[in-house]
């Protein structure tokens, strides 16, 4: 189009603008009906939101081709780029809305035009100048948009942090205010949970992407990470706990402890609790996962960590004092026999070694105790100290 020709279409096409801000209602009538009919994202929106959004984008739009300032204070694209950002809708749909927006005001602008008169050339000439503003509007609303949706997630994640945090620590107490971080969190109040803590070295993530992980296997889970740990909560629904093990072993890059399971997140404190000390069970150094074992013994060994190691050291401080070639085996044949039940064949079988071996290993350990693991009383006081030592191992090796 010829510089003349486009002085011509620009005069023809404010020429009509009267005639279409009088028909404004009708228009704008009509592009609701299509936005909530064909956008499903619309259809949860109130009618006076989309009527003001609506009015203000053809009131921009009629502004910038008559060429004088849009209405103070009304709704231009920037406006409802971030008003939809907050609402949730999507923005392939805000583009569509756009779109949409723009062909029933060009719609109009065709009927007018022709109604006053202009040659048919010319109202084609016009589509290519609406186009264009449609192109224009839809980038200044995908700019707000996209600021706004960063915004709204470092909130959020601000958000969820916070919520981590005074659910770890057992901040919140009433019903209500958990209730409320599970929906935060998009977590179930009740069911089946456990508690992770891993130990991060120089704030690198002990556990990359377990997030991810545990989504592939429809496990859902809430993180919160500090320079020094991951927390972690996990529901677990139907499933095993080795299912969640089986997700972190591979990932640990270094100490990981996890819970028992629990019923509610009421019980996240706990849980969080009881995982630090499975994590913290785990020798200097190394890597690893650790659950803890639930049984009442553990549970009340784990809940008093003091008496667990005083207990430890006032019943098998002699084993303990020995050089460590002396004292794993013998400690090692001493756990298999007490998980066998006192069973010297099952005991062996577990430890790859001859009967004759387990039988001399644990009259090595009487001796040394000065005890008869015949006697109840003792054999009692035994296994509650060596029940102790899965949960505080010594770590001076």
């Known amino acids: 189009m010829t510089t003349d020709g486009a002085r011509r279409a620009d005069a023809e096409l404010r020429a009509v603008v009267p005639a279409v801000a009088a028909n404004l209602p009708s228009v704008v009538s009509r592009t609701i009906d299509r936005l909530v009919s064909e956008l499903v994202g619309y259809r949860d929106l109130g009618s006076r939101d989309l009527a003001t959004s609506v009015n203000g984008q053809f009131d921009y739009l009629l502004a910038s081709i008559s060429g004088t300032p849009a209405r103070a204070g009304g709704m231009g694209p920037q406006k409802v780029g971030r008003q939809r950002a907050e609402q949730g809708v999507a923005l392939h749909e805000v583009l569509e809305a756009y779109r949409i927006t723009v062909a029933e005001l060009w719609t109009e602008v065709q009927s007018a035009a022709l109604a006053n008169g202009t040659e048919a050339r010319i109202v084609v000439g016009l589509a290519g100048d609406m186009f264009g503003r449609l192109e224009e509007v839809s980038r200044i609303a995908i700019l707000a948009y996209q600021e706004r949706a960063a915004e709204l997630l470092v909130e959020r994640e601000a958000e969820r942090a916070a919520t981590l945090e005074a659910l770890f620590r057992g901040y919140l107490t009433g019903r209500d205010e958990i209730w409320r971080a599970a929906a935060r969190?998009?977590?179930?109040?009740?069911?089946?949970?456990?508690?992770?803590?891993?130990a991060s070295t120089g704030g690198a993530d002990p556990l990359p992407d377990v997030y991810a992980q545990l989504r592939a296997r429809d496990l859902g889970s809430a993180w919160r990470m500090t320079p020094d740990l991951k927390v972690g909560v996990v529901s677990l629904q139907d499933a095993s706990v080795d299912s969640v093990l089986e997700v972190l072993r591979p990932l640990a890059v270094g100490p990981v402890g996890v819970s028992t399971v629990f019923d509610s997140l009421a019980h996240a404190s706990q849980g969080v609790y009881l995982a630090r000390l499975?994590?913290?069970?785990?020798?200097?150094?190394?890597?690893?996962?650790?659950q803890l074992e639930k049984t009442p013994m553990l549970a009340l060994l784990a809940a008093s960590p003091d008496t667990a190691r005083m207990m430890i050291h006032a019943v098998l401080g002699e084993v303990l004092a020995l050089p460590v070639r002396t004292r794993e085996p013998l400690l090692a044949t001493l756990v298999e026999w007490l998980e066998a039940r006192g069973s010297v064949a099952d005991a062996a079988q577990a430890l790859f070694c001859h009967p004759n071996t387990v039988r001399y290993r644990i009259n090595r350990i009487e001796q040394i105790l000065r005890t008869d693991l015949s006697d109840p009383v003792a054999l009692a006081d035994v296994s509650a100290a060596v029940q102790a030592l899965k949960l505080f191992p010594p770590q001076d090796e």
């Open 185 to 198: 969190l998009e977590l179930p109040l009740e069911g089946r949970f456990v508690a992770v803590v891993g």
């Open 278 to 290: 499975m994590m913290a069970a785990i020798p200097n150094g190394k890597k690893g996962v650790r």
